[in-house]
């Protein structure tokens, strides 16, 4: 049952050019999304989040949006740089299960090329 | 350390024997979580503590997985008598809030 999934494995990108990663979810009480980013041999680091009561929350280059109604959220990346390079992973909770259980996606590895 | 410390980074052991992994949150984080990423997979939520309970093993996915965290800090993941589906690497998170966890670099575990 996997409740938060981003269908696509890999993405390339050219370097400058905008990244859009996707990520869909099933669960309709998720309620607060994040994404982190993993390099190799590394542990994932948070990146961006963002909370249902918003459609949008941007932080520098990164930008995550979020529609409710299709169960969908979006992390743009412009401009791509070479160090984003790295697998991003979507994540989703429920606040008010009170579990704080983050819920991944598969992940997505991101290649920007020069 | 001002991070998540996991110990040992990588552990290969025999199928059949025991390993723990040990993880050091951030000092002061009161929720501790395990996740694991098998090859070419996400991450898998095992447990979650708040303090030194475990309010959520749902995770587990045998008998032969356990955790404990003592005087809310320190967490061991035990995993007895290993197989190889075990293989995968086994990542700590601490977090101050509900909704932000802070990982490790992970213990990767080869069972051979």
């Known amino acids: 049952d996997q409740q938060v999934k981003q269908n696509s494995p890999s993405l390339s990108v050219q370097e400058g050019r905008i990244s859009i990663l996707n990520c869909d979810y099933t669960?309709?009480?998720?309620?607060?999304f994040l994404w982190y980013k993993k390099y190799p041999a590394e542990g994932p680091t948070f990146l961006i989040s963002?909370?249902?009561?918003?459609d949008k929350n941007e932080d520098g280059r990164f930008t995550v949006f979020l529609n409710k109604s299709a169960k969908h959220l979006s992390l743009h990346i412009v401009p791509s740089q070479p160090g984003d390079s790295a697998v991003y992973f979507c994540?989703?909770?429920?606040?008010?299960?009170?579990?704080?259980?983050?819920?991944f996606g598969q992940g997505t590895r991101l290649t920007i090329n020069p | 350390g001002a991070g998540v410390s996991q110990s040992p980074s990588n552990k290969v052991t025999e199928k059949g024997k025991d390993v723990e992994l040990r993880c050091d949150p951030i000092?002061?984080?009161?929720?501790l979580y395990w996740y694991r990423q098998s090859l070419g997979q996400g991450l898998e939520f095992l447990i979650y503590?708040?303090?030194?309970?475990?309010?959520?093993k749902s995770g587990l996915p045998s008998d032969r997985f356990s955790a404990e965290r003592t005087g809310g800090s320190v967490s061991t993941l035990t995993i007895q008598r290993t197989q190889q589906e075990d293989s995968a690497v086994y990542l700590c998170?601490?977090?101050?809030?509900?909704?932000?966890?802070?990982f490790g670099q992970g213990t990767r575990l080869t069972v051979v």
């Open positions: 998170a601490s977090s101050p809030n509900p909704f932000e966890a802070f």
């Open positions: 669960n309709s009480m998720f309620d607060y």
């Open positions: 963002i909370s249902s009561i918003k």
């Open positions: 994540a989703a909770t429920d606040q008010a299960q009170g579990a704080q259980k983050l819920v």
């Open positions: 000092s002061g984080h009161t929720a």
């Open positions: 503590f708040q303090g030194n309970s475990a309010p959520d």
